[in-house]
């Protein structure tokens, strides 16, 4: 179960990467 959550956290992580100006702006296009 931990390393599951260790991947979630992961991806929460890389996500909010995503939360950039160019994410955001790719998240306004659609």
Same mark, same amino acid.
């Given at each position: 179960?931990?390393?599951? %959550?260790?991947?979630?956290? /992961? %991806?929460?992580?890389? =996500? !909010?990467?995503?939360? &950039? /100006?160019?994410? %955001? =702006? !790719? %998240?306004?296009? &659609?």
């Amino acid at each position: 179960a931990s390393m599951v %959550l260790e991947k979630q956290l /992961d %991806l929460i992580s890389n =996500r !909010s990467i995503l939360w &950039t /100006d160019y994410g %955001l =702006r !790719s %998240l306004a296009k &659609t």
